[in-house]
């Protein structure tokens, strides 16, 4: 990946998943990273494994000084940014009736206003490099699963705050990078009782609930376009779907697995 050598990149969620994933194979082909997530102890490790010309920053996105903290620490120790990346995310599993005022709040602050206080602070930077700004979306909007709707919904509004950016910043390269099912651990807070229990009704009633990617897999791709001298407005990426009478990949159990 010699077209990310030497390129300065903000990771925000970058302590797990494909945010880890994807700033780790950044700074394997040579460029600096700035690793940002609240986990403190989890950047230090990849940031540890990651080498040398990277950082860690400790970020909690429902922050506004912490996202401007991490925009302007990153921007500051690399003489500039040429990418953002913002990979965090919530996806608890409840049932809607359940969802609680204080859930929605965390949802939407995470994955989506975290998103906007990132872009607000990266955006002068961005312009000075003709840089790029990539959010995660999700292949769930459209068709939020039973049992995710509060997740689908903040990364609906995600994905149209990105067509938003497009349209008022049009030299801003801002890639829409729609998640498909991946295994990562985010499921790993999950009841797991309404996990088989949505994760049958899924299988069921049609949702993509089977193969799924590995995070480094998905971060691959996210990098992929990263290193594209094109401009890359949406791009969605599934595991691929075998043949009649092949095997699937699939994770071990259904909650091992984050549905998009």
Partial sequence: MSQVEGMRVLVVGASSGIGRETALQLAKAGARVAFAARRVDRLEEAVEAAGEHCLAISCDVRRDEDCEAAVEGAAGAFGGLDAVVYASGHSPLTRSHEATGELWRSVIETNVVGAAIVARYAIPHLQRTSGRLIFLGSSSVGRPYPGLVPYTTSKAALHEMARG???????????????GPTITEFANSWDMDLAIEMHGRWTTEGYPAGAALPAEEMAAQV????????????????????PPGAEASTPEAPWEAEVP
């Fill in 223 to 242: 990098v992929a376009v990263l290193a594209s001298p094109a401009r890359v407005e949406e791009v969605l990426v599934m595991p691929d779907v075998p």
């Fill in 165 to 179: 950016l497009r349209n008022e910043y049009p030299w801003l390269r801002v890639t829409t990078f729609i998640v």
